[in-house]
């Protein structure tokens, strides 16, 4: 959302900007805040250890409708997680303010997969006056649910914008591991921490990691992973020790931009991963049995494998070995966005009549 912030930020005589943040890991909110110049006018700080999906949803609905009311918007943006997102629209509705969906249409059609987000996302559609879809893929989607084509703006994915912006300036690792592991030229880079993929699937990945390293001599991982317990219970005691895996603490956005740009390839269960790893032509490898960002899969930037150990291993393999099939998923052209998205939904709002 940063990028669209500071689009907004650049028209003072024509727009006044309020920004809110639920204050959700509060760690890794303050260094993108802080690497974007960002100060939020409000923060709910609704963060609380092992909280559930309804104690999230609640919090979030109660603080954002009191900033609603206080501030009386004429629009109100939101994207990124999910439950914050579908929140805000539901605020904004019970006050009658227009809102607008940043990042819309994105669908697996599976009710429970991704869990929370492919319902969130429905709900969140049912309440958006405009959306900004991605894609045109997410466009279609969306008329295929009914949303009235004219309120419906393709412009591409604000994370390339913030991609780029970050990806063009050097950086230095101060971890001599990881440091190591980048000069190397073959290293892995793995994210791991969604919801459906925790307990067996977890630990099924990990497994796959084994298998790599044990398999190539010049491939070392670099696994930042997740904060939450119920990720770290599982990691810890099977990766911990093991040579070649790199446990690191999740970095802040700008050196992981940068552990992304170094990596030979990417092996993922996040969304953002999918979008952002195709601009500096790393291919993707998708730990999940679906996805609502199938415009990768199809361009060839990615392929959706799941958990199973074995096939982590065979096709992390395959690129490895198969210079060929590396630089086919390496040279595909980015299907999310070329790095102007958020002056898109600027001029979108602007011709909107808000």
């Not at 070392?220 to 810890?236: L, M």
């Not at 996805?291 to 395959?318: C, M, Y």
Request: contains cysteine.
């Amino acid at each position: 959302m940063a990028p669209v912030v500071l689009e907004l930020k650049e028209h003072p005589d024509e727009v006044e900007v309020a920004l809110a943040v639920t204050g959700q890991h509060r760690e890794m909110l303050r260094q993108v805040l802080d690497t974007f110049g960002l100060v939020p006018d409000y923060d709910l700080d609704i963060m609380t250890e092992r909280q559930s999906l309804a104690q999230i949803t609640t919090r979030a609905l109660e603080g954002l409708d009191g900033i609603i009311d206080q501030v009386r918007p004429d629009l109100v943006l939101a994207q990124g997680d999910t439950t914050t997102t579908f929140v805000a629209a539901l605020a904004a509705f019970y006050h009658k303010v227009p809102f607008g969906h940043v990042e819309a249409g994105l669908r697996t059609k599976n009710k429970y997969d991704p869990f929370p987000e492919e319902i969130n996302r429905r709900l969140t559609s049912a309440l958006s006056d405009i959306h900004f879809a991605p894609t045109e893929r997410a466009r279609q989607a969306l008329l295929a649910e009914g949303i009235r084509d004219s309120s419906i703006f393709v412009t591409g994915n604000t994370v390339i914008d913030a991609l780029l912006m970050v990806a063009s300036k050097n950086y230095q690792f101060e971890n001599e591991r990881v440091r190591r592991a980048i000069e190397s030229g073959r290293m892995i880079l793995l994210t791991a921490h969604r919801r459906e993929n925790w307990g067996k699937p977890m630990r099924d990945i990990c497994l796959g990691i084994k298998r790599i390293v044990s398999e190539h001599p010049d491939v070392t991982v670099v696994f930042p992973f997740h904060k939450n317990p119920i990720v770290r219970e599982v990691v810890f005691p099977e990766l911990e020790g093991i040579e070649r895996v790199i446990l690191v603490e999740p970095p802040d956005y700008v050196p992981f931009v940068h552990m992304m740009k170094s990596s030979y390839l990417i092996l993922t269960d996040s969304g953002g991963v999918q979008e952002e790893a195709p601009s500096l032509g790393k291919p993707v490898l998708v730990l999940r049995k679906t996805t609502e960002r199938p415009e990768g899969v199809e361009a060839g930037n990615a392929k959706l494998i799941g958990t199973d150990p074995d096939t982590i291993a065979s096709e992390t393999r395959r690129l490895i070995n198969d210079p060929a099939a590396y630089d086919a998923m390496a040279r595909v052209a980015n299907p999310y966005g070329d790095g102007h998205a958020a002056r898109r939904i600027w001029d979108a709002i602007k011709s909107y009549g808000f």
